[in-house]
């Protein structure tokens, strides 16, 4: 399972805009999706700082006790957990780890646990790892098209983020623009 996952999670972040089907665990704090459950566990270890919603104690028990991932901030978190699901707004983008010029790979990655990936205003993304264009429609606030597109000035620097809903996921790179269709 753990294979499969770590695959699909690589192929989103390759192919922007696609979404990709995620195995589902037998057990998983409620308040998590299943793609937001099972891509915590693909991705975090101990050595990995997560900031989870301060509200979502017993999300934070779940992962401390497979992974042993230390809580941390937002601010220095190396994987970020918000949405909806979990009481959280999204954070700033620009308030997350961006990395350096001489490491971007230090910057956060966003898990964005949404309520939908196809009833939100649609998105055009364009960039590497999409032939021409790419629509998708997920539900997502309406600063987030703004501040994407400011981090771009930043490239290399910037946050990657991975949309997250039922069993599916979809990644978006630093790289990949974002205007609104």
């Given at each position: 399972?753990?294979?499969?996952?770590?695959?699909?999670?690589?192929?989103?972040?390759?192919?922007?805009?696609?979404?990709?089907?995620?195995?589902?665990l037998a057990q998983a704090p409620g308040s998590l999706?299943?793609?937001?459950?099972?891509?915590?566990?693909?991705?975090?270890?101990?050595?990995?700082?997560?900031?989870?919603?301060?509200?979502?104690?017993?999300?934070?028990?779940?992962?401390?006790?497979?992974?042993?991932?230390?809580?941390?901030?937002?601010?220095?978190?190396?994987?970020?957990?918000?949405?909806?699901?979990?009481g959280s707004a999204r954070p700033v983008l620009a308030?997350?780890?961006?990395?350096?010029?001489?490491?971007?790979?230090?910057?956060?990655?966003?898990?964005?646990?949404?309520?939908?990936?196809?009833?939100?205003?649609?998105?055009?993304?364009?960039?590497?790892?999409?032939?021409?264009?790419?629509?998708?429609?997920?539900?997502?606030?309406?600063?987030?098209?703004?501040?994407?597109?400011?981090?771009?000035?930043?490239?290399?620097?910037?946050?990657?983020?991975?949309?997250?809903?039922?069993?599916?996921?979809?990644?978006?790179?630093?790289?990949?623009?974002?205007?609104?269709?």
């Amino acid at each position: 399972m753990a294979q499969a996952t770590f695959r699909a999670i690589l192929d989103a972040i390759a192919h922007p805009g696609r979404r990709y089907g995620l195995p589902r665990l037998a057990q998983a704090p409620g308040s998590l999706s299943p793609a937001a459950a099972i891509t915590l566990l693909t991705l975090v270890d101990a050595t990995t700082p997560v900031a989870l919603p301060e509200a979502d104690r017993d999300t934070a028990a779940w992962l401390t006790f497979h992974t042993g991932a230390p809580a941390a901030p937002a601010e220095v978190a190396a994987f970020v957990l918000a949405g909806p699901a979990h009481g959280s707004a999204r954070p700033v983008l620009a308030s997350l780890r961006q990395g350096t010029f001489d490491a971007p790979e230090a910057s956060a990655t966003l898990l964005l646990d949404i309520a939908s990936l196809t009833d939100g205003a649609p998105l055009t993304l364009s960039g590497p790892g999409i032939a021409h264009t790419q629509t998708i429609a997920p539900t997502l606030d309406a600063a987030f098209v703004a501040e994407w597109q400011q981090q771009g000035a930043l490239f290399p620097r910037g946050v990657d983020v991975f949309l997250l809903c039922g069993a599916e996921i979809v990644g978006l790179p630093r790289s990949t623009c974002i205007t609104e269709a």
